[in-house]
């Protein structure tokens, strides 16, 4: 499967933002499709995960103010980024597996297929 993550830009803090992140394949639906996000000087950090279930994990640097969700039909799913702060600021990138387990979805090694990744930027 190849991904295209789109959507980024530069807004202020408190602004929303939509990342979309477009699949090829026709079974993406049966994939676990995750968003990371890498700021400067930093590790790859986890921020949101749907199933093929739809069962959703997010980080608790996110909870409350992200949204993660999928439209099957159009092979994307959605990272809706509310609230915005300053500390959001990262390259964003989505990620999928079709065989990966719940307990190492946080985990960037376990995943085979990346998108290249898109720029958020929330000034203060």
């Known amino acids: 499967v190849q991904l295209q993550a789109s959507g980024g830009g530069l807004v202020q803090a408190g602004d929303s933002l939509r990342l979309s992140c477009a699949a090829s394949?026709?079974?993406?639906?049966?994939?676990?499709v995750t968003w990371f996000r890498q700021a400067p000087g930093k590790e790859r950090e986890f921020v949101a995960s749907i199933r093929s279930n739809n069962n959703i994990i997010y980080a608790d640097s996110v909870k409350g103010r992200f949204t993660i969700s999928r439209d099957n039909a159009k092979n994307t799913v959605y990272l809706q980024m509310n609230s915005l702060k300053p500390e959001d600021t990262a390259i964003y990138y989505c990620a999928a597996s079709s065989t990966i387990i719940l307990s190492s979805i946080p985990n960037h090694q376990y995943y085979a297929y990346w998108g290249q990744g898109t720029l958020v930027t929330v000034s203060s």
């Open positions: 394949g026709q079974t993406f639906r049966r994939y676990t």
